[in-house]
């Protein structure tokens, strides 16, 4: 009796980056800023809320996908750092370093990765789920051309890790410029809000700017490596 091909197992799709900063930074900073006077949740209450957050998203994407999500470390280590200054009510100078901190280290983090087996350039830009990456591996050992493609890999490397470290040069001096009130203080709470509405426009536009920038570098070099099409390249759907 002839064997029945297998189905492949669908590939669990992974959260856009949208929802992952909705659910491990942007509500877990409302709580903490908007929610953490007295007459809400207090400082306590509003930690302990905005960490389950990051947390919970963080064990249903472990669930669903089995991989970590690193956005909801991140979030959730943002969050305890944040709120536990706050709480503390040390100076704003340290939430400045840790504003900064997170991106400079994902930023640092890119570029040693480089040195490794597991480039970050491939799980930020050039991954199996929005481009057709077994294809262009094939197409680049057809023209010998994988080893130009590496270079321009490298290339676009720096320019992600250069969008970190805009990103963190831009969050220190965001941070500096609004947090001026006493720690603990209802308007240091309303400093802390309005920082976060002002870093997408501020810190969030231009470095997505640079990413966009890299991706576009990166899949014109690989048009001209490999001859593919556009729609060759990505998964539309």
């Known amino acids: ?35 953490s006077g ?6 306590r209450y509003s930690i302990v809320i905005a960490l389950a957050f990051p947390l919970g998203f963080g064990i249903y994407d472990f669930v669903k996908t089995r991989r970590a999500n690193a956005f909801a470390i991140l979030g959730f280590i943002s969050v305890l750092l944040t709120g536990g200054i706050s709480l503390l009510e040390l100076d ?12 400079a280290i994902i930023g640092l983090a890119t ?19 929005v481009i057709y990456t077994e294809k262009i591996s094939a197409a680049l050992k057809e023209h010998n051309n994988s080893s130009m493609f590496d270079a321009a890999l490298r290339n676009a490397t720096y320019l992600v890790a250069f969008s ?16 001026v009130s006493p720690p603990g203080s209802a308007e240091y709470s309303a400093e802390l ?6 870093s997408f426009p501020v810190i969030a536009l231009p470095c997505t700017l640079v990413m966009l920038g890299a991706l576009f570098y990166l899949v014109k070099q690989i048009e001209k490596l490999t001859a593919l099409s556009f729609d060759d390249i990505f998964r539309i759907r």
């Open 1 to 35: 009796m002839p064997e029945q091909a297998s189905t492949p197992r669908a590939t669990p799709q992974r959260h856009s980056v949208v929802v992952n900063l909705l659910f491990n930074i942007i509500i877990p900073t409302l709580i903490l800023t908007k929610l």
């Open 38 to 43: 007295e007459a809400y949740l207090g400082p």
């Open 92 to 103: 704003a100078e340290y939430i400045a370093i840790k504003e900064a901190s997170i991106p």
């Open 111 to 129: 570029l040693v990765s480089l040195y490794t087996p597991y480039p970050l350039i491939k799980t930020f830009l050039f991954n199996d789920e």
């Open 164 to 179: 970190f470290f805009l990103s963190a040069t831009l969050n220190y001096i965001l941070a500096k410029v609004l947090l």
């Open 193 to 198: 809000g309005k920082m976060t509405g002002l």
